[in-house]
Each structure stands twice: as structure tokens, then as C-alpha cells.
């Protein structure tokens, strides 16, 4: 007689919502890549910008950036509603779009090089695992909104940091 082992699924394979809302609140996946799903998912945002910003005119990056960061809040919000409804978790980790727009937001108006990118990567991952006051408090919205709050706050913390440091030169772009 066979015994049969129960392999636990993950609550994506879970899931039943749709697949636009998997799609975005994993940023297409990213969120399934262990270890540090947020960590991969802030490092792709910022390679993607990276890469944009390349292809745009300079005197175009804030207002593309901030059109991206808009969308992504947009359709992040309502996907991670759906997405956390489904799989029955508070704020699951492999939920990822919430560090891209956060992400973004610590690369707005930072002139564009690598120096920039790594500082803003470092200072918005800090200010996401750190979560200083009121950026904890935030996660208690329902749903997708706190979960993407949460990290549009960090985001803004790195932001202001990061024009500080641009001001007083403590790195050269």
C-alpha cells in the first residue's frame, strides 16, 4: 500500500483571485523568489528605473516616475485587497508591489546613476524593516491599503533622506 504525503500548497496555489491581481501583488512573480521576496522586488524596481530612466529625457523622469508610482499604488491596493482576501493571510510576504512603489518613491527627483539607485535602495530597504513611527501604524488599514501605505511611507522617509543628502553633497551623483 502506498502512503501518500500531503505536500503543502502555498497560498498563491490557493488562491482564487484573479490573475491580474496574483500578477501585480507578486510584481509578476518576484514575490515567490526566496529568501527576502521585498528585498528582490526593491532591487528590481530600482534596475527597471535604472534602465528607464536611460531610454527618457532627464526633464521627463520626475513626472514619469510619479505617473508609475501613482499606477502601481492604483492597481497595488486593490490587488493586494484581493490577493490577501484569497489566501486568507493578514500581509503575506510574496505581496511585493507595495516595495516597488515604495521603492520608486525613495528615486524620485534623485538624479539617476548607480550611486543614487544604491542609496535609495539602501535607505528605503532600511526604512521598511525598521518601520519608524507612523509607518507601523499604518499597516493596521484593512487590507491592501495597509499594506501598500505602510511602504509608501517608508518610501517617503527614504525620499526626504535621500534630498537631504543630495543637498548638503554627501555623495556626488
Do not use: C
Amino acid at each position: 500500500m502506498k502512503s501518500e504525503i500531503a505536500v503543502p500548497q502555498s497560498p498563491i496555489a490557493r488562491s482564487r483571485a484573479p490573475f491580474w491581481a496574483v500578477a501585480v501583488a507578486t510584481f509578476f512573480g518576484i514575490g515567490r523568489l526566496r529568501p527576502g521576496p521585498g528585498t528582490w522586488a526593491s532591487a528590481l524596481a530600482a534596475l527597471i528605473w535604472l534602465a528607464v530612466a536611460g531610454l527618457v529625457a532627464e526633464n521627463l523622469h520626475p513626472a514619469l516616475l510619479a505617473s508609475l508610482i501613482v499606477l502601481v499604488i492604483a492597481l497595488g491596493i486593490p490587488a493586494a485587497t484581493l490577493v490577501t482576501r484569497a489566501s486568507g493571510v493578514k500581509d503575506p510576504g510574496f505581496i511585493v508591489i507595495d516595495e516597488v512603489a515604495g521603492q520608486w518613491i525613495a528615486l524620485l527627483f534623485a538624479p539617476v546613476s548607480w550611486k543614487t539607485v544604491l542609496a535609495a535602495f539602501i535607505l528605503f530597504r532600511s526604512f521598511d524593516i525598521v518601520k519608524p513611527p507612523p509607518v507601523r501604524q499604518l499597516e493596521s488599514f484593512p487590507e491592501g491599503t495597509g499594506i501598500v501605505v505602510d511602504d509608501v511611507a517608508a518610501g517617503a522617509y527614504a525620499l526626504l533622506v535621500m534630498q537631504l543628502a543630495l543637498h548638503f553633497r554627501f555623495f556626488s551623483p
